[in-house]
């Protein structure tokens, strides 16, 4: 067993040319059938790593895997690859898990997905229905969930030990998205891996634009963003139940499509939440913490955070939500350090000193984050052991410019507007009184000193990051407790009698700004209005079939469509994400509407302008003649051959002969009859008249049985047309 196949599979079932990460390196090991740990960040790829060679070893591959939630979508989307997959859970009835038991005992499954109390289930039952039959691999999902050091230790994943005594021979591979040392080492004596391989991969998430603005007027500042990213989809983090709660209500009278998400609400409202977001059918979702662990929505376009997280693990964590297809996307926080303030009381762990030491720390590292001067993704991969060579160009403080000059005159104002209000007022204030506001809450008594207003010519947004400034170096502190008060410190006096000089930071805009919206990475830009008009069709799949959207094509796939305008069935074979089996499902509307808009509009592909690093093997495209596939076909079915002979001569498949020849039909140079018999024609004409001529093949599908292809189902639609 080799690697090449491993690629052709990359290529022909799931549609992507190259490999990422250390995939290729992991599905080497599991080929040679030698244990794994695989750590790739969120979005990685890897599933990948364990469905492809379950595709080339003859028994079943076995996933575990906690999310229940996500098992469905899972099978779906590999069913969708032409990919024999099912799952057990306890959502099924029992029949239905009946049904599943069938199909493992009979071979034609590939892939198992099991939540890991099910390995448990009546003493070792399972374990031993499993030795009974032919089980090629196991595959062990969110593998940190073995650890007691990782943020979601489930105990029921330390009875995985189990399955290296009982299938000593059987390759496993355990995969995470979580980093840390001490959790990769638990997975590797938990599981009781000897002969392993260790594969780490950068954490780096390139695609996510990382900002922070100031905690300040944050629910304009909001609405301004949200105002931005109209029609994309994102989730806000709050702090609180209640917050969660209200934002969402109130970002919904503002006429945004949006739904909370927290423990307080009733199971049954989470999971339709849930689910109406992974549809696309919600496009914001507010919530706490308590939301995350089961999404697998891979075009979330920006997570805001409106409070600071208690630790940069999570703030990662969360953020890593963002951009899993590999578009561009964004984290934006709201930071202040009161919340800091705010949040050290959560930090006291009762009774445990070192513990909140420890919590504190990592506190005070997310602040530290906050008040950056300088890349914020150098920080992140820093906190987590990684060096960035340089710094990334994708977040807010590379489009800024950090310039020193001297700030004293602007200490001096700042030192004696504390000392004139006699060092008992908060920093919102001191910054409204020096910038001489008409506000009511500014004393009577303040507005006849001479320091009122001398700042006006100062921002307010400016005038917060000098005070922090001033006070990291010491020429004020802060005091602590619930209403903390600017004071004099003993390095006050030198300010204000001009003995020394202070230096502050000017922060400008770079030039060059990159434009935070969604943008492809591959030039050149891709056309919106296609894109959405390829959404919608999504949709219409996605509804028909009853799954996520991305189950049909992710967005990153859309994207490159409405970019490289695939016009024939071998251009849509190039854009990434499109293998054989959704070309053939799916291809013929996607194309059609591509056409269609390009016709509209003018425009002719543009294929050729995407780098395809490695060709696909089979190059059956163009004939000598310079004919197109399609001809190709056609001209030898008007010889006499039949469509299985084509296939073979050509070395393509069935389906994508009957594809070539269900095009000229409309034409009349295809009869549908050349294609298949009266009573099929019957047939399938009255289930399209049943479910209507709408994009839904799949239903008409199921309808028909096993007997009718999509192929035909088209020929005869496009009969209709
Ligand atoms: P993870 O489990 O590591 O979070 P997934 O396995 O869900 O990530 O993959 C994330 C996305 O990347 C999916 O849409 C997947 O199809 C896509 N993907 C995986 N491998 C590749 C690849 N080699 N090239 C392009 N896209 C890929
Ligand atoms: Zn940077």
Redesign the pocket.
Known sequence: MNITKAKEI?KHQ????????H?EAAIECVLAKKDSVVL??????????Y?IPALLFDGLTLVVSPLIALMKDQVD?LKNNGVNAAFLNSTLTNREQVEVFQKVKSGELKLLYVAPERLLQAGDQFIEFLKNINVSLFAI?EAHCISSWGHDFRPEYLQLRKLKTHFPNVPLIA?T?TADKLVRRDIIERLTLKNYELFVSSFNRENIHYRVEPKRNTYAKLLDYLETKRDESGIIYCLSRAAAENLADDLRSEGFNALPYHAGLSKDERDKNQELFLKDEVKIIVATIAFGMGI?K?NVRFVVHTDLPKNIESYYQETGRAG???LESEALLFFSWGDVQKLKGFAEVEGNKSQSDIMLRKLNQMGEYGDLKACRRRFLLKYFSEDLAEDCGNCDNCGKNFEKFDGTIIAQKALSAVARTNQRMGLSYLVDFLRGSKSQKIWDSHRQLKTYGVGADVSKDEWFEYFRDIINQGFLAQTDGQFPVIVLTEKSEDVLKGKVKVELFKVTEKEEKKTASLVAVAAPPYIKPLFDELKNLRTNFAIADNVPP?VIF?D?TLVEMATYLPLTASDMLKI??VGDLKLEKYGGDFLYEIKSYCETNNLDTRIDLKVVKREPKRRTKRDTNGDDTYTVSLKLFNDGYSVEEIARRRGISVNTVEMHLIRFIPTGEVELEELLPDHKIAEIRDAVVKFGESNALSPIKEYLGENYSYGEIRAVLASMI
């Open positions: 990359l799931f549609g992507y040319d190259e490999f990422r990460l995939q790739m960040p969120t979005g990685g790829g890897k599933s990948l790593c469905q989307a999902d995969l998205a697998d891979s899993r297809d590999g991305y992710s990153a990434s994400g």
